[in-house]
């Protein structure tokens, strides 16, 4: 379980973010303020399929494709992203940027049978390790990134066919624990 005040680094995104607040304490979601580096990548394009994400700048300058949409948004500015959609964010400029994101259960107070955030903390650990690819920001090793990304599909999915994506998944997991990978 993700704790109010930990901090996540993951350099290949240009990232680090801290919680704010947990479900624990507000029900239904996690609060979080993001720090992007200049010209930071952000995450790869992916979506919730049972979370919406809320996002406001606090400072600097954010990009953000939302579906086929895409918006820059400034100091004070605040985007939504329904749970199923692609999206994507990053950093345009030569100046940080600050936001305030919020990762909200739906429907509200049921939580995915893998924590979203556990999953950022285990690519945290992993790109410490240098175990993640710089371009992709998913484990080098790809059974390792199948037990990842199956154990956590619920909260997090690749922008490609649900029905796809889980029966590739599904043996590649499978595989990949056997060879002794974990999903955390």
Do not use: C
């Not at 680090?16 to 996690?30: A, N």
């Not at 950022?120 to 690819?133: M, P, W």
């Amino acid at each position: 379980m993700v704790r109010r005040g930990a901090v996540f680094d993951l350099p290949t995104q240009g990232e680090t973010f801290e919680i704010l607040e947990t479900p624990e304490e507000t029900g239904d979601r996690y609060v979080a303020r993001a720090t992007f580096a200049p010209h930071a990548r952000g995450p790869s394009a992916h979506r919730h399929p049972g979370l919406e994400e809320r996002f406001e700048v606090v400072s600097g300058k954010m990009e953000l494709r939302v579906g086929r949409q895409r918006r820059e948004l400034t100091a004070g500015q605040t985007a939504v992203v329904s749970p199923g959609v692609v999206h994507d964010l990053w950093n345009p400029t030569d100046e940080p940027a600050v936001m305030v994101g919020e990762i909200v259960f739906t429907p509200l107070g049921l939580r995915p049978e893998a924590d979203v955030l556990e999953m950022l903390e285990t690519a945290a650990g992993l790109a410490r390790d240098g175990k993640i690819n710089p371009r992709t920001h998913a484990p080098k090793n790809l059974l390792q990134a199948a037990v990842i990304a199956y154990a956590f599909r619920e909260g997090f999915a690749f922008p490609m066919s649900i029905r796809l994506q889980r029966a590739v998944l599904r043996p590649l997991a499978a595989l990949g624990r056997f060879r002794g990978f974990q999903s955390t």
